[in-house]
């Protein structure tokens, strides 16, 4: 099955080509990083993680999406996403494997990932975070690729892939869960002191991740005349539709919760990002933005005639993946550290240096992405002219 990644046209050709380019800038610019070390980026003591960990919370989210094709397929004979689950299992090990390579260029000495294999430390959130996210690597590989190769060989799927295909659903919801725990373990962090950040976390993957798959097939539809059911895209939508709801309703619950009960540490997260505090404000046109994205977005999915026009669905689907990568990604990594616990603001913003490298990493996800749909397109190709 390899051997159909490398047959394609030239649109195909060019489109790995740019990705290829990208790797290498995004390489050597991670080699002056490297040798330089972190103060070429601009994390600072007070702001330690920045745009990278920004990136992995976001991505684990995408990761762990694919759960909602899954579990309606395989639990509840929901035959509508027979077509999508591949896709978005496929997508889930670019995810995960782009989450890993953020850890590795947000470290100023990658080789001391190393410790956490060699010296396991089973009361540390980071192994178990270490431990779900490259399992859930490995399920996704071994489900994908099984999957195919019972398509390809017009046979039965083996009940023991079934087995982890079941094992598959609980552990989606485990990376986000962990990957949440990582923050709202930290007592001196107001904003990510909550018990409901891993549910928040939840809602906005299970928003963001089905609309950037909704996406890719929208793109696919007209590059690779990739069939996708109406009946799939609406009922995609409708729970991308209550997911965005629900991740709107969590956030409104932790403001509610920081202003009524007038305790400072939260008090002072909200308004640096809606207002500005102490003469610092870079966060606020991002956060309003990320706002008016988002009610721009659920306007267009909850009114039934427009999220049912491709048209405006995918107007709301860019706009609500924009709308989280915000809110999710630098805003609640990134204010999680501002005010420290002196009540210093110290802000953060990234640089070109940041920017070349999360793109280079960014250009691994797509490619490795192309390359596994390609393979899963060429397979269902040749089924569909047995």
């Known amino acids: 099955m390899l051997e159909k990644a490398l047959q394609g046209s030239k649109i195909y050709w060019a489109w790995v080509a740019a990705l290829l380019g990208l790797i290498g800038i995004g390489f050597f610019t991670y080699l002056y990083q490297y040798s330089q070390g972190l103060g070429v980026t601009g994390l600072s003591r007070d702001v330690s993680w920045g745009f990278y960990i920004a990136q992995l919370t976001y991505l684990v989210g995408v990761a762990a999406s694919g759960v909602m094709l899954v579990l309606p397929y395989y639990l509840h004979d929901h ?27 947000d470290l100023g000495q990658p080789k001391r990932m190393l410790n956490v294999i060699l010296f396991p430390t089973p009361n540390s959130i980071l192994f178990w975070d270490m431990f779900v996210l490259s399992g859930y690597l490995g399920l996704n590989i071994v489900i994908g690729w099984m999957v195919l190769h019972s398509e390809n060989k017009r046979g039965e799927l083996p009940k023991w892939v079934k087995i982890l295909i079941y094992i598959s659903i609980p552990w989606a919801i485990s990376i986000h869960t962990v990957t949440a725990f990582l923050y709202s373990g930290l007592p001196g962090r107001h904003l990510w002191l909550t018990a409901i950040l891993a549910p928040r976390f939840l809602a906005s993957a299970f928003a963001a991740g089905p609309a950037i798959l909704l996406l890719i097939m929208f793109v696919m539809r007209k590059a690779a005349n ?42 002072h ?17 991002w956060m309003w933005a990320s706002v ?33 990568w915000i809110e999710k990604g630098m805003a609640l990594v990134v204010v999680g550290f501002i005010p420290n616990p002196l009540d210093q603001y110290t802000e953060y913003a990234p640089t070109l240096p940041e920017l070349v490298i999360s793109a280079g990493v960014y250009a691994v996800g797509l490619l490795v992405l192309t390359l596994l749909f390609k393979i899963a397109l060429g397979v269902r190709a040749e089924a569909a002219n047995a």
Do not use: Q
Not at 231 to 247: D, Q
Not at 295 to 317: E, Q
């Open 79 to 105: 035959k509508t996403f027979g077509k999508l689950t591949i896709l978005g299992e496929f997508m889930a090990v670019s995810a995960v494997l782009m989450c890993m390579m953020f850890v590795l260029v």
């Open 226 to 267: 990739f069939h996708v059911p109406d009946k799939a895209v609406n009922t995609l939508s409708i729970i991308i539709t209550y997911a965005m709801i629900l991740n709107v309703f969590f956030l409104l619950l932790e403001m509610f919760t920081a202003f009524y009960s007038n305790i400072p540490g939260h008090i």
């Open 269 to 285: 997260a909200f308004e640096y990002m809606f207002v500005g505090s102490h003469g610092k404000w870079a966060m606020v046109p």
């Open 292 to 324: 008016l994205l988002g009610v721009f977005s659920l306007v267009l999915l909850i009114v039934p005639k427009w999220r049912k026009n491709p048209k405006t669905l995918v107007a709301a689907l860019i706009t609500l993946v924009a709308s989280t």
